[in-house]
């Protein structure tokens, strides 16, 4: 079989907001700009919400703004987070992250 396979960056983001909202204590995802924001209030949600996809160095990065549950740990959650999508990114899409950061921006009661 000869070819190529290309994955987007917003592919990629979907495939890692999936992953995170896996997380027991991660309520959602946060708006990562001003653009995103708006099209929550506007009712267009997607699964790459929250998610920010870098470049360091020729590798991939990524930032994920996140809102975890009232009483939980959030360095717990964080470390589960990085864990789960370091996983899922090189055994679905076959890329090693060469960052993962975790932003909790919100606290909220489930």
Known sequence: MTGSIQITEAALASLIGLSAHEIPGVV????????????????????????????????????????AAYGVSIPTVAQNIVDRVTHTVKTQAGIELSATRIHAVGVQRV
Not at 28 to 47: C, D, F, T, W
Not at 49 to 57: C, F, L, N, P, S
Request: charged letters at 20%; aromatic letters at 4%.
């Open 28 to 67: 959602g995802m946060a708006p990562a700009n001003l653009k995103e924001g708006i099209s929550r209030v506007l009712g267009r949600a997607n699964a790459s919400d929250g998610v920010v996809i870098g470049r360091e160095g020729g590798r991939y990065t990524a930032d994920l703004y996140i809102v």
